[in-house]
């Protein structure tokens, strides 16, 4: 098990870029595949990229291919979520979470970290 800790949410506005962090703490970042995932309010919690244990890959859904990098530092256990030309409808709470090499699951969550994006 590894512990994350979100950080780096805010209020900004739209088309600002916002850069999210993902520090673990028990362990380290390099076993797993990373992903970040976004819950907005009345929604379910929605799939925003991953990238592997290496970080030679990532995948990125239409929604938000384009405009947000997910990027990992295993040396610093940090992981991060790069944002860009950030919409209204970007506003939710992120959740950067671990999982399993190449099973596409998550065991690990962090507490989330809120963004808000105005128009």
């Known amino acids: 098990q590894v512990q994350l800790v979100e950080s780096g949410g805010g209020l900004v506005q739209a088309g600002d870029s916002l850069r999210l962090s993902c520090a673990a703490s028990?362990?380290?970042?390099?076993?797993?595949?990373m992903g970040w995932f976004r819950q907005a309010p009345g929604k379910e919690r929605a799939f925003v990229g991953t990238?592997?244990?290496?970080?030679?890959?990532?995948y990125y859904p239409d929604s938000v291919k384009g405009r947000f990098t997910i990027s990992r530092d295993n040396a610093k256990n940090t992981a991060y979520l790069q944002m860009n030309s950030l919409k209204p409808e970007d506003t939710a709470v992120y959740y950067c979470?671990?999982?399993?090499?190449?099973?596409?699951?998550?065991?690990?969550w962090g507490q989330g970290t809120q963004v808000t994006v105005s128009s």
């Open positions: 979470a671990a999982g399993p090499v190449g099973r596409g699951l998550y065991d690990n």
């Open positions: 028990g362990g380290t970042i390099s076993s797993y595949d």
């Open positions: 990238i592997s244990r290496s970080g030679s890959n990532t």
